[in-house]
């Protein structure tokens, strides 16, 4: 015969772990930056150099093999849209990718994409930037 109590506290433990869970899997997905890079987002194969967000845009710099070394990965928030540039540089401002004579600027206070003309498309304050 089963014991009405402890069939009870099983599945109340069964409910706490599977809401600890559930509230766990919210977390991450709010945004928040894995090891590697965003869930549904910019991610790197190896550890990230940099994981930034802002209000509009989420960015990984991924070590890669190539002259540079670096790659840009980006995602619109609103859109979804996804770009990957290889040959990212760095230097003491942040890294800068390049595509089609547009520059994705990657300085740790915000992302900073300019146009072939030089003007400003885009000028994003991080909500959140790590660099490693």
């Known amino acids: 015969m089963r014991s009405t109590t402890r069939t009870t506290t099983r599945i109340a433990a069964a409910a706490v772990f599977t809401a600890t869970i559930a509230a766990g899997a919210a977390t991450i997905g709010s945004g928040a930056a894995s090891a590697d890079g965003f869930p ?17 845009s ?28 290889w040959g990212a540089t760095r230097d003491s401002y942040g890294f800068h990718a390049y595509n089609n004579g547009y520059t994705y600027h990657v300085h740790p206070d915000r992302l900073l994409i300019t146009s072939p003309d030089g003007s400003t498309v885009a000028d994003e304050p991080w909500t959140f930037y790590q660099s490693r």
């Open 58 to 85: 989420q960015v990984a710099i991924c070590p890669v093999q190539g002259p540079t070394g670096w790659e840009y990965s980006g995602k619109g928030k609103a859109t979804g849209e996804t770009i990957d540039l």
């Open 40 to 56: 549904d987002g910019p991610y790197c194969n190896g550890p990230a150099a940099v994981l930034a967000e802002s209000a509009w």
